[in-house]
């Protein structure tokens, strides 16, 4: 690896950590610009001068405490990815206005949902420091625990629902939702600003690509939904 990508790689788990801090970008690019310079004055790694990113990020004193709407966005978000998943799940039956029958399984999935979003939204500061093997085996785990569960349920049918308006609700709230972040102002793109760098250079590519990564952020889930549906609805055709 040469110094260069060192560096590089070193700033990018500082900054990762700083982002975890909550720290705001103008903030976070002044701390990456007075290591770049230190480092060009000194011709030193950044292990030798700043020790470890994670640990350097931590002793510049900038945490900052979670935004105010952190609940409202994971509400939104947990509303906004169920309501995607009702549409998905219910658009084979509906294009035929039959009625969809929920198993046990299909229960345990929601269930398992409606946990893990929040419990991975508010403790992300530990779910992205864990190691890729840590992950992998947590993951594993849960399908693990999932799979036997759904065994042990069979195929058990635990109701029939109408599909439509099902379908229809699932489209409403996932429209709903998307529309509540292009406008609701809680996730607007904070990026990461280099003070030393000239004043307007980039900026007008900067900002159009930042403004692409919130419209995708924001809209992927419609995305989803126009790509998903049609696909949902052939091959409930091709089984039926």
Sequence with gaps: MTKTRSEQ??????????????????????AAAT?????????EIPEEAFGDPTEYARSLGLEQP???????????????????????FTAGPASENQPVQIRGFHVLLAIAFLLALPLIAFNLRAVVRLKAWQGGAIGAAVFALLVAVAVLLGDTVVADFPAMPIALGGGLLTLATTLWGQFSGYQRPDPVVDPTAAADAGKKGSGRRDAWISFLGNWCLVIGAVIMVPVAVWLHHLSG
């Design 66 to 88: 979670e935004p105010s709407g952190l609940l409202a966005v994971v509400a939104a978000n947990l509303v906004g990815v169920f309501g995607f998943m009702a549409l998905v």
């Design 35 to 43: 290591v770049r310079e230190h480092l060009a004055d000194s011709g």
């Design 9 to 30: 790689k070193w700033l990018d788990e500082m900054v990762l950590e700083l982002r975890l801090l909550n720290v705001d970008g103008s903030r976070i690019g002044d």
